[in-house]
């Protein structure tokens, strides 16, 4: 939208807003798609929603219909999967915002067809509804006897100046990705409201839970066997380095890709950097790969760590001391990833070519890990246990 027409846009009453983009669907022939039914059998039927991001929100969902017990659906916003990730209902953001319709309609279907709601990010679950507004969609739906929850995935509950304090790569300590300040604001009214609804809540990464204390480890989830395979490592002359940042700069690619270009010109790797690869073509990707280069700002790591680990490649990212040790306390093995930052990775790198046999063992241990924590038994016991069972 040209800044102007947003200016203009942003000054429209709600109302206003809702009977335009509602009118122009209708011109459109755009028509609401009704929300998702869960199987009516099931003693417990889950929603979760709404952004589903690296595809964990449905990911979640099969998890806990393992059990036999749970039907579960998960919806996203189009716009927040740029990428296609698998999804049981994609709604287009226009309609969640401003289609008074497709409101009612997803408050009655919820009301009428579940017990339980996983929200995500904090996340309006009934769009535009109330104008966003969480506490009286929390409470419209606790009316109708839905038991809620909330789950963070990252920098929706990650609180700037906590991160940028602990943490001596952080992302935050300048405005090249994003405004702190901005962020801080958002992040700070996410928090209170979690605390002010006092439902369970969950994190995706360990690193989350100095934000949330008295949340919950989720984990991610992956599918282990997309991503195994029978490769040889480290049996070339150079390494094959890959990195494929989905945002380079809090995955730290402004810094570390000069020095991996630079041990490219000088014939120690072949580093191979990529953008925007859809995810189906990722497993070839890695298992072509010796090393992966994940990310080294955000002291944490997530779904693309665990694809790595479980293609039993090696993994090479920033982690911090809390994380390790909360992972390590509950898959019961250390997590396998070489503790790598921008000040360290020329002679993690150089270490590697130098020491195969003992990185491929540690590459070895990968999908063992991925198996114990992120491969949906971990997850679909933590959701049980501490919301739909409780």
Same mark, same amino acid.
């Given at each position: 939208?040209?800044?102007?027409?947003?200016?203009?846009?942003?000054?429209?009453?709600?109302?206003?807003? #809702?009977?335009?983009?509602? /009118?122009?669907?209708?011109?459109?022939?755009?028509?609401?798609?009704?929300?998702?039914?869960?199987?009516?059998?099931?003693?417990?039927?889950?929603?979760?929603?709404?952004?589903?991001?690296?595809?964990?929100?449905?990911?979640?969902?099969?998890?806990?219909?393992?059990?036999?017990?749970?039907?579960?659906?998960?919806?996203?916003?189009?716009?927040?999967?740029?990428?296609?990730?698998?999804?049981?209902?994609?709604?287009?953001?226009?309609?969640?915002?401003?289609?008074?319709?497709?409101?009612?309609?997803?408050?009655?279907?919820?009301?009428?067809?579940?017990?339980?709601?996983?929200?995500?990010?904090?996340?309006?679950?009934?769009?535009?509804?109330?104008?966003? +507004?969480?506490?009286?969609?929390?409470?419209?739906?606790?009316?109708?006897?839905?038991?809620?929850?909330?789950? /963070?995935?990252?920098?929706?509950?990650?609180?700037?100046?906590?991160?940028?304090?602990?943490?001596?790569?952080?992302?935050?300590? %300048?405005?090249?990705?994003?405004?702190?300040?901005?962020?801080?604001?958002?992040?700070?009214?996410?928090?209170?409201?979690?605390? +002010?609804?006092?439902?369970?809540?969950?994190?995706?990464?360990?690193?989350?839970?100095?934000?949330?204390?008295?949340?919950?480890?989720?984990?991610?989830?992956?599918?282990?066997?997309?991503?195994?395979?029978?490769?040889?490592?480290?049996?070339? #002359?150079?390494?094959?380095?890959?990195?494929?940042?989905?945002?380079?700069?809090?995955?730290?690619?402004?810094?570390?890709?000069?020095?991996?270009?630079?041990?490219?010109?000088?014939?120690?790797?072949?580093?191979?950097?990529?953008?925007?690869?859809?995810? #189906?073509?990722?497993?070839?990707?890695?298992?072509?790969? #010796?090393?992966?280069?994940?990310?080294?700002?955000?002291?944490?790591?997530?779904?693309?760590?665990?694809?790595?680990?479980?293609?039993?490649?090696?993994?090479?990212?920033?982690?911090? +001391?809390?994380?390790?040790?909360?992972?390590?306390?509950?898959?019961?093995?250390?997590?396998?990833?070489?503790? %790598?930052?921008?000040?360290?990775?020329?002679?993690?790198?150089?270490?590697?070519?130098?020491?195969?046999?003992?990185?491929?063992?540690?590459?070895?241990?990968?999908?063992?890990?991925?198996?114990?924590?992120?491969?949906?038994?971990?997850?679909?016991?933590?959701?049980?246990?501490?919301?739909?069972?409780?």
């Amino acid at each position: 939208m040209h800044p102007a027409a947003e200016r203009l846009w942003n000054l429209t009453p709600k109302l206003a807003q #809702d009977a335009i983009a509602s /009118g122009v669907d209708r011109l459109r022939g755009a028509v609401p798609p009704p929300p998702p039914v869960p199987d009516p059998q099931m003693p417990i039927r889950l929603l979760v929603g709404p952004v589903n991001y690296a595809g964990q929100g449905y990911r979640w969902s099969r998890a806990v219909e393992e059990t036999g017990r749970v039907s579960a659906r998960n919806y996203v916003h189009e716009a927040n999967n740029p990428l296609g990730y698998a999804s049981d209902y994609t709604v287009p953001w226009r309609t969640a915002e401003h289609s008074r319709s497709w409101q009612r309609s997803m408050l009655e279907t919820l009301s009428e067809q579940y017990t339980h709601v996983l929200i995500e990010a904090c996340f309006p679950i009934l769009g535009g509804r109330y104008s966003g +507004d969480m506490y009286r969609q929390a409470a419209e739906l606790q009316e109708a006897g839905l038991k809620l929850a909330i789950v /963070g995935h990252g920098t929706d509950i990650r609180l700037p100046s906590r991160h940028a304090e602990l943490h001596e790569w952080s992302y935050f300590h %300048t405005d090249e990705w994003v405004a702190p300040e901005l962020v801080e604001k958002v992040v700070s009214k996410n928090l209170k409201l979690i605390d +002010d609804l006092g439902v369970p809540t969950f994190v995706s990464t360990a690193g989350l839970l100095l934000d949330v204390p008295e949340a919950h480890f989720l984990g991610v989830i992956i599918d282990p066997e997309r991503w195994s395979n029978d490769e040889p490592l480290l049996v070339r #002359d150079r390494l094959k380095v890959v990195h494929a940042p989905t945002n380079p700069i809090p995955k730290g690619t402004t810094l570390i890709a000069p020095i991996a270009r630079r041990l490219h010109d000088e014939g120690l790797i072949e580093y191979v950097e990529l953008r925007g690869i859809p995810n #189906d073509q990722m497993p070839a990707i890695f298992a072509d790969a #010796d090393v992966v280069l994940d990310q080294f700002r955000g002291a944490d790591y997530g779904v693309a760590a665990c694809e790595t680990m479980a293609a039993g490649r090696i993994v090479l990212a920033h982690v911090s +001391d809390q994380v390790r040790a909360e992972v390590e306390s509950r898959a019961g093995m250390a997590l396998p990833i070489p503790e %790598t930052t921008p000040g360290t990775i020329e002679s993690m790198l150089r270490d590697i070519a130098a020491r195969r046999d003992h990185y491929r063992e540690i590459a070895a241990q990968g999908p063992e890990f991925v198996r114990r924590l992120h491969s949906g038994d971990y997850s679909r016991n933590a959701l049980m246990q501490h919301f739909l069972d409780a």
